[in-house]
């Protein structure tokens, strides 16, 4: 079973940023896949970004915004993929 990694809250698809609520740490370079109703696709995380500013690493209950390589909903469930 993979380990959920948080859950999509928002998605700004100007610029192609998810909003993710973490439930674990999240860190750059980790590859994650996106579910969810639609949504189903592997990407590597590039960028993290709290209140504008860059961050290697996410702490569990921090909400960020990631760069993702495809469209995003609210509700779909980030999970780790080994």
């Known amino acids: 079973v ?3 990694l948080g859950e999509v ?3 700004y698809g100007g610029i192609s940023v998810a909003i993710i609520k973490c439930a674990e740490v999240i860190k750059v370079g ?3 896949r996106v579910k969810g109703a639609t949504t189903d696709f ?3 995380i590039e960028s993290i970004q709290y209140e504008h500013a860059p961050l290697v690493q996410a702490e569990k209950g921090q909400e960020v915004g ?3 390589s495809d469209k995003v909903r ?3 469930e980030v ?3 080994e």
Do not use: L, P
Request: net charge positive; glycine share 10%.
């Open 42 to 44: 592997v990407c590597t």
């Open 79 to 81: 999970f780790f993929v």
């Open 9 to 11: 809250t928002h998605f």
């Open 66 to 68: 990631v760069k993702v």
């Open 30 to 32: 980790q590859t994650v």
């Open 2 to 4: 993979a380990k959920k």
């Open 74 to 76: 609210g509700g779909d």
